[in-house]
């Protein structure tokens, strides 16, 4: 009779603690997906307080730019791996929150999916935490619901007090969602072991006339769900493209 | 020499081994220590509660976390306004004899406070159901200017720098962290426990009490005449109607509206419970009814032909004026003492 060697005695220790291990770390994921997203307005890098003039020929200021990221996936064909519990506010202000950072399985792949906005179960689900805390103040209380994306700032074509331009875009359910997915295709497929850096551009002019001419003279301000909160979705939602997809 | 490695080694594996096998068994079998389960129980004839329990589970020192919260100021802008000021015990938890509450700086509130109890099996929250879940609604009075005026942001600074605070966060969710999420979780335990199921009425239909000749006439005329809105056992069917009061001229409210946009939802409003309705007045969502007869004396001739009134008051409602009186003897049986007189509930 053979005895087991030293190294597969080893093995299968090693084998019964990550069994055990996995009971608590659920994760299978072993690679690294870093997302890193530049705002940009007409091409140069979005500058907050600097006054630009968008497609419909409009000048604007921006102050605050905000949106939620959620429900990160990686996708092969048909095939598309959803990465659990990823939910991100990015603030303009804040470059720590341009660069995300998720565990994913290794494998390959050929685009990248995120749901712009926070999905409607969250919505519902009670007390949140983490970006989705109701301090972020990405939150409307009186008609429960996150608001998906926020972009406030001034315009002289506004007839809003103080010429404020004010957009806060949400609504989670029916005809009027403002939830809009996002695939970003590689133009290859990308094989990840360790680490994938995948960088998007979004263009803030984008907000204004992507899908739906919605000049600042006629509406400055939406700040409840319904059709026009739907068209501005519409429109940011084409704001990303990819710029490069690395591995390091 | 080789063998007795693999020997050595063999009885390393199973040490190992059953340290490991252990370890995870141990994992799976500690009992936490920490806060005390509280179980919750469901009254007879009542349904499964909507609530998810799971993801909030009550305790003893998580209920009276929320307890202590909601009768604190320290949620309000000035401190003078904590969830209790507009939410009464003996009112059964809406603000007693007010049409419109106050709020912070003078400021009335636009709606009449409701009573609050048998939370565990509501879907939607406030007149207009703009709200879908019982954890996120302390969110809207908190901030809202013309209530407690605060920002949730504040109210999570002022709790993390008080000392009596973190030591009942840390009892109630095992680490004295304190966030938004375990205030409302907490706020959400408290005010889920306020059942109300312990009236005469419930006692009739246990087979513990007996109702009057006119409770019973008047439960008869209830049946036919309005239980299609107010169903047993919540003595609502959680829908939102027109019921023809007609717009208020000051407050220009329109209801559900508001939440859905849509016009088919204008002047409806969420149908109210009646339970403990003889201490819930005035009543109507703008308080404009100061007692029951006024009530129900606009569903028989008061009724305003409105858009999208409700197909079942077109004609108003037949009563006679002993109907009435039966009526509210019964409305009367509704009134839970032993509820407002809970000490669990009381500050």
Redesign the interface.
């Known amino acids: 009779m053979r005895?087991?060697?030293?190294f597969s005695?080893l093995l299968?220790?090693a084998v019964?603690?990550s069994?055990?291990q996995r009971?608590?770390d659920e994760e299978l994921s072993n690679a690294q997906l870093e997302l890193t997203i530049t705002h940009q307005s007409g091409g140069a890098p979005l500058q907050l307080g600097t006054p630009y003039t968008n497609g419909l020929g409009e000048t604007f200021t921006i102050n605050t730019f905000k949106y939620y990221l959620s429900n990160l996936a990686l996708v092969n064909g048909n095939n598309v791996v959803t990465i659990p519990d990823t939910y991100f506010l990015v603030d303009d202000e804040t470059d720590s929150t341009k660069t995300i950072k998720v565990q994913v399985p290794a494998g390959t792949y050929t685009g990248l999916r995120m749901l712009l906005g926070v999905d409607s179960t969250r919505?519902?689900?009670?007390?949140?935490?983490g970006a989705l805390?109701?301090?972020q103040?990405m939150?409307w209380?009186?008609?429960?619901g996150y608001i998906m994306a926020k972009l406030e700032g001034s315009s002289p074509l506004s007839s809003a007090p103080n010429n404020r331009i004010q957009y806060h875009i949400g609504g989670f359910a029916g005809t009027?969602s403002s939830l809009r997915t996002v695939t970003i295709n590689f133009p290859a497929p990308v094989q990840v072991e360790r680490t994938m850096q995948v960088s998007l551009i979004a263009e803030i002019m984008r907000w204004f006339d992507a899908v739906h001419p919605l000049p600042i003279a006629q509406t400055a301000v939406s700040m409840?769900?319904?059709p026009l909160a739907a068209q501005y979705a519409d429109n940011y939602s084409k704001m990303f493209r990819l710029n490069s997809v690395l591995i390091p | 020499m080789k063998l007795r490695l693999t020997i050595l080694s063999l009885m390393v594996l199973v040490l190992i081994s059953t340290i490991g096998v252990q370890a995870c068994r141990k994992k799976e079998m500690e009992v936490p220590k920490g806060p005390t389960p509280v179980s919750f129980d469901i009254p007879q004839g009542f349904p499964k509660p909507e609530y998810d329990f799971a993801g909030n589970p009550l305790t003893k020192e998580g209920i009276e976390l929320g307890k202590k919260l909601f009768y604190d100021g320290i949620l309000s802008a000035d401190g003078n306004f904590p969830c209790a000021s507009c939410h009464q015990q003996f009112a059964a938890f809406a603000t007693f004899d007010h049409d419109l509450s106050h709020g912070f700086n003078d400021a009335f509130t636009t709606r009449n406070a409701p009573g609050m109890f048998n939370l565990a099996w509501r879907k939607e929250f406030h007149h207009d159901g703009g709200i879908l879940n019982l954890e996120t609604q302390p969110l809207a009075p908190i901030t809202a200017k013309n209530e407690m005026a605060e920002t949730v942001d504040n109210v999570v600074r002022k709790l993390r720098a008080s000392t009596t605070y973190p030591p009942l966060f840390a009892a109630a969710f095992g680490d004295a962290e304190i966030n938004s999420q375990r205030m409302l979780k907490a706020l959400a335990q408290f005010v889920v426990t306020m059942v109300s199921a312990n009236s005469k009425y419930d006692k009739v239909k246990r087979g513990a009490a007996s109702f009057t000749q006119f409770e019973q006439a008047g439960y008869t005329v209830f049946q036919s005449k309005c239980a299609t809105c107010h169903q047993e056992p919540f003595f609502t069917d959680g829908s939102f109607r027109n019921n023809g009061i007609g717009l208020n001229p000051f407050l220009k409210d329109g209801g559900r509206i508001r939440i859905t946009g849509n016009a088919a939802d204008s002047m409806k409003f969420l149908v109210p419970s009646l339970r403990n309705v003889a201490l819930t007045f005035p009543y109507m969502h703008d308080g404009r009814f100061t007692s029951l007869q006024q009530s129900i004396e606009h569903y028989r001739s008061g009724i305003k032909q409105t858009p999208n009134l409700d197909p079942s008051l077109q004609l108003g409602i037949a009563l006679t004026n002993s109907d009435i009186v039966n009526l509210t003897a019964f409305l009367k049986t509704l009134t839970d003492s032993s509820f407002i007189n809970d000490k669990r509930f009381a500050p």
Do not use: K, R, Y
């Open positions: 005895f087991p060697s030293p005695v299968l220790i019964m603690l069994g055990c009971e608590v919505n519902v689900s009670g007390a949140q935490t805390d109701p301090v103040d939150f209380t009186w008609n429960t009027n409840t769900p319904g």
